[in-house]
């Protein structure tokens, strides 16, 4: 019984095992240092459809020996402070670098296109050398990201109308004319034929009691985030009785692509009088 409990606390006291010895400082090297100088892209944007945008990134030789060769370089979206090798790449290029210490180079490459990734806020980010292949005095410098964010959601068409003005001009008999403004919400272009259906009302919400004065199948090509004014044409019947009314257009976007969530809506203008 000593003799084992001596062995134990031999045992315990022991103390713990030195920390392992700090790496050996990098001798001369190159090391790259990312920086974000300019991104475009569209504020809302779809993943998964063709967009128009681009990244331009400044790439400098921070260390102490020249840089000859090809760089991966991985442009991704982030949520985060600082791009990572775990986020959604949205392309992997290489390119031929020739830099002497403290040279730097701009480099700009378009985006056609992004991947599938969740809806949400992101940045775009650069990774130089992502794999860690290359040699530098420093890892911990090789990503940067812009500062401004992108609102990244699954294509959609949201498409809302609204009436430029108060109808002018219209009478008991006769055909007019008002204007109707067409916005496209959505992150996409909308395409296809909006079915237009007008009314006259004596209040500014639609009913099925409202007089049909109007349809107007209007030829869609509407890039997201614009609007386009549209002239649709009003026939008043005769015998229409004086008073205060108001101008209802229904929109059916059922053939619209692609075909909004909410694919009907309604809009009123102000009052008038006949």
């Known amino acids: 019984y000593h003799a084992i409990r001596r062995n134990s606390l031999t045992t315990a ?11 050996p400082p990098v001798g001369p090297a190159a090391d790259l240092v990312a920086e974000v100088a300019k991104a475009t892209m569209p504020s809302a944007v779809a993943s998964q459809t063709k967009i128009k945008g681009s990244i331009s990134v400044r790439v400098t030789n ?3 020996l020249s840089l000859s060769g090809l760089v991966p370089i991985s442009i991704r979206l982030t949520a985060g ?13 290489f390119k031929e670098l020739r830099l002497k210490p403290g040279q730097a180079k701009t480099l700009k490459f378009a985006i056609s296109q992004l991947p599938d990734v969740d809806p949400g806020t992101y940045h775009l980010g650069v990774i130089l050398d992502p794999e860690d292949a290359m040699v530098e005095k420093l890892e911990t410098n090789n990503t940067a990201e812009s500062a401004a964010t992108y609102a990244v959601a699954d294509p959609f068409v949201t498409l809302t109308g609204a ?11 006769k055909a007019g004319r008002a204007s109707l403004d067409l916005t496209n919400a959505g992150n ?18 639609w009913d099925a009691g409202d007089l049909l004065v109007g349809a107007v199948p209007l030829k869609l090509k509407l890039k997201a985030g614009t609007v386009k004014a549209n002239k ?3 026939i008043v019947p005769v015998g229409m009785a004086a008073g205060t009314y108001f101008l209802i257009a229904k929109l059916d ?5 692609p075909t909004p969530a909410d694919a009907d809506s309604v809009t009123a203008s102000g009052a008038f009088t006949l």
């Not at 006291?13 to 790496?23: F, G, L, R, T, V």
């Not at 976007?253 to 692509?257: D, K």
Request: hydrophobic share 30%; charged share 20%; aromatic share 4%.
């Open 232 to 234: 649709v044409k009003v």
């Open 13 to 23: 006291s022991k103390p713990p095992p030195p920390p392992p010895p700090p790496p």
């Open 253 to 257: 976007a059922a053939t619209v692509q």
């Open 163 to 173: 009436y430029r003005g108060t109808p002018t001009g219209l009478a008991s008999g």
């Open 62 to 64: 921070a260390g102490d």
């Open 81 to 93: 402070d600082s791009p990572t090798t775990d986020d959604v790449e949205v392309l992997r290029t």
């Open 188 to 205: 996409v272009p909308a395409s296809g034929v909006l079915d237009v259906t007008l009314y006259l009302s004596s209040d500014d919400e």
